[in-house]
């Protein structure tokens, strides 16, 4: 692989590889003309005393080591070039086929272990490249050029150190097995080491919000402790690779020296020219030095190499090779008999029909796992389906240029990303060519005008760390801003203002909804409160569209739209959204609620605590005591279970409405699962110390209560 990068560089910049092979000829050419020209300095210059031949000697060897000058530095110039085009090239390589990956590109290789593909294995290429290109080119030649002139000079002496050259190989036939492992493990831990510093960095609030210093430190103490015992061994491993053929050539060395002096003491050699094979054999001695000097390169650019083609040869899910140009979208967009899963025999979607106009504004609702998330990825081009189209006005966007797919389209994400620059460049990325009155104009329709004006800064305030600098709505609002300046024909929104406060997604949705009237709009959202502001709103249940229509015909429908409504209902917020209580109604929905004394319900409400978690927060841990149950007023939640084997398996996701923690009220049993926030929550809490009393006042909750626990039981041992 190594051999094959340097030969197509080779064939690419031939004008390069000659100015290097012509540095490197020279350097040889002084080498060995400087040990010659021992032979005849001492037989025909020195001993007869002729100062003309030593003129002629002397002022040669000034010209050719001048000429080594001007080329090596020639030679210089031109591996410095190629060096530096090879990293330029692998590094555009590798980036380019990043940007061609969907998410699961991203879940198979962490952000550590590609970044550490460009900032160690392309570089580690590079140097092993160009030491097999410069030194290796000059140590190879050395040895056949000095090899032949030895063997002119004593043939016997030469194939003694021929064969005594095998010697400088044996470390790399018995080390290269344990210097590819070492190798491997070491870039392994640098991809863990890397990967830690990367979400250290991202969840600073969250690690000092927590006091989680000292665990991950702990952790990264950990990753360079192997680390560095690994690179204790792998660093031995590769001197002994120099160590040993060093020992060879000393060993050879004295035996040619030994044996040259045996001849030259019979009168077989003249003592030129024993110290001149002496000194060319020194020169090739350490020529096959360096020939035996580049296997640790090539051993580590070896594994470099198999770590970046790993990377390489992940193909794109979504190949983009239509090129025919979108024409403007004017009447719908549609899924026909589209079936997609993202793991091979889970389908998320199964046959969907589903059409989406043009115009107007359309919400995409339901439960989570029902595929609306999906439904986005594919009609962005996100993922194709496995089976069936996506069409936008009867053209399959798998035949279209994507370019042109994109460029009448918008998007505002639930966590958008803003870039490090300052406000109008992260507004103006939507369109590059953006005049100023189009920035504004954009910042306008988005409702975030005036506040960059009253920044002292304005346009030019510099956003940091994401966005980190500027309130949530702030954000969201340029992010908004930034589809907006498209001017799409199409705004896709994809649960843009969920992790908003409650006054802020209010606002928010306001302007969204004032949107409408001049450009289609697409949410995906499971906040039906929103969603029911919407001219047509369509339901899906488990990958199949369940129902469609007004917010007024689904209520009049009493299917699942009306249940997830009522789910989310009956919960009062507090200007701000930093105190919440419940109806007594709406914990009657509850089973184990279900029957209970209005009077009791009433009492229950008010024992409700209000408590907000961020995201990436573990509200319980699994095999903690349980003594809390909970209802998410706002926000999503994932519930996972670690099992024997270790393995971390996702049991559900739960979001505005839903509940747990109910056993916790009555039986003080450890958690079964650990409950991770994915948004931003909301929640109110009721401990058992708070509930343990209204079972003493009301001894119906008791056995109410135990009746639904035991029913819950039977039908989870049933499953």
């Known amino acids: 692989m190594l051999f094959k990068t340097i030969s197509t560089y080779i064939r690419s910049s031939p004008l390069l590889f000659a100015m290097i092979s012509l540095g490197a000829l020279f350097e040889l050419l ?27 000697i002397v002022g040669s060897l000034i010209m050719i080591g001048l000429l080594n000058v001007i080329t090596g530095i020639m030679g210089d110039y031109a591996k410095a070039k190629l060096g530096s085009q090879l990293l330029f090239d692998y590094r555009m390589k590798l980036f380019r086929h990043m940007q061609m990956q969907s998410h699961r590109f991203y879940e ?18 590079q140097a092993s490249s160009l030491q097999m290109l410069s030194g290796g080119l000059i140590s190879v030649l050395s040895v056949m050029v000095g090899l032949a002139i030895l063997f002119s000079m004593e043939w016997k002496l030469t194939l003694l150190a021929i064969g005594g050259s095998v010697l400088l190989f044996l470390p790399y036939r018995m080390l290269k097995t344990r210097s590819l492992m070492l190798n491997e493990a070491y870039y392994a831990q640098l991809g863990n080491f890397t990967g830690a510093i990367d979400e250290n960095i991202k969840a600073y609030k969250v690690i000092r919000g927590f006091d989680l210093r000292k665990t991950m430190l702990t952790r990264i103490e950990g990753n360079l402790s192997a680390m560095l015992s690994i690179g204790v061994k792998r660093s031995f491993v590769n001197a002994n690779l120099n160590r040993l053929p060093m020992l060879a050539i000393s060993v050879l060395t004295a035996i040619i020296l030994g044996y040259g002096s045996y001849l030259t003491f019979n009168g077989r050699l003249s003592i030129g020219s024993f110290i001149a094979y002496n000194s060319i054999f020194i020169t090739v001695g350490q020529s096959m030095f ?7 390169y090539i051993l580590s650019a070896r594994t470099s190499f198999l770590r970046l083609q790993k990377v390489l040869d992940w193909q794109p899910e979504v190949a983009e090779r239509g090129s025919r140009v979108l024409a403007p979208v004017k009447r719908e967009i549609a899924l026909r008999d589209v079936s997609f899963a993202y793991v091979p025999g889970e389908p ?28 986005l990825q594919l009609l962005l081009r996100f993922e194709d389906p496995s089976v069936g189209e996506v069409l936008y006005d009867d053209e399959d966007i798998r035949e279209t240029d994507y370019a042109s797919l994109l460029r009448q389209v918008g998007i505002v994400f639930q966590d958008s990303i803003l870039f490090n620059a300052s406000i109008r460049d992260n507004i103006r990325i939507g369109r590059p060519e953006a005049e100023e009155r189009d920035i504004e104009e954009a910042a306008r329709a988005a409702g975030i005008h005036d506040t960059i004006l009253g920044f002292t800064d304005g346009y030019e305030t510099q956003i940091h760390n994401h966005g980190d600098n500027l309130s949530g709505g702030q954000k969201q609002r340029i992010a908004l801003a930034r589809a907006l300046i498209r001017m799409p024909r199409i705004l896709f929104l994809d649960e843009a203002t969920s992790a908003l406060d409650p006054d802020t997604e209010r606002s928010v949705n306001e302007t969204i909804l004032s949107l409408s009237r001049t450009r289609a709009i697409v949410s995906v959202t499971h906040r039906l409160a929103y969603a029911a502001m919407s001219e047509r709103i369509i339901v899906l249940e488990q990958g199949r569209v369940a129902e469609t229509g007004s917010h007024e015909e689904l209520m009049g429908c009493n299917g699942p739209y009306r249940r997830m409504w009522d789910k989310q209902q009956g919960f009062s917020l507090s200007k701000g959204g930093g105190s919440v209580q419940v109806d007594s109604n709406r914990l009657e929905q509850f089973t184990f609620f279900r029957g209970f004394e209005p009077a009791a319900l009433q009492e229950i409400s008010r024992l409700f605590v209000t408590e907000k978690f961020e ?41 505005d409405g839903d509940h747990f923690g109910e056993i916790a009220l009555m039986h003080d049993v450890p958690r079964t699962a650990s409950i991770v926030t994915q948004l931003p929550c909301l929640c109110l809490s009721l401990s058992r110390d708070n509930f343990n009393p209204l079972m003493t006042q009301y001894p119906s909750i008791r056995e109410a209560l135990e009746t639904s626990l035991q029913t819950r039981k039977q039908r989870s041992n049933a499953q």
Do not use: M, W
């Open 290 to 296: 360096g020939v035996s000097a580049l296997l640790p």
């Open 30 to 56: 002084f080498h060995y003309l400087s040990a010659l020209s021992f032979k005849y300095l001492i037989d025909k210059a020195l001993i007869p005393k002729d100062a003309t031949v030593l003129a002629i």
């Open 615 to 655: 995201a990436g927060v573990h509200v319980v841990e699994q095999g903690d005591e349980g003594d809390k149950f909970y209802i998410i007023v706002r926000g999503k939640v994932e519930v996972v279970r670690i099992l024997d084997t270790g393995e971390c398996k996702k049991l559900a996701v739960l979001e």
């Open 348 to 375: 998320v979607l199964r046959d969907l029909d589903l059409s989406i106009s043009a115009t107007g504004y359309t919400s995409i609702v339901g439960a989570s796992g029902s595929g609306k998330s999906t439904v």
């Open 108 to 125: 198979r290789f962490r952000i550590g272990d590609i970044l550490a593909r460009f900032t160690d294995d392309i570089p580690n290429i």
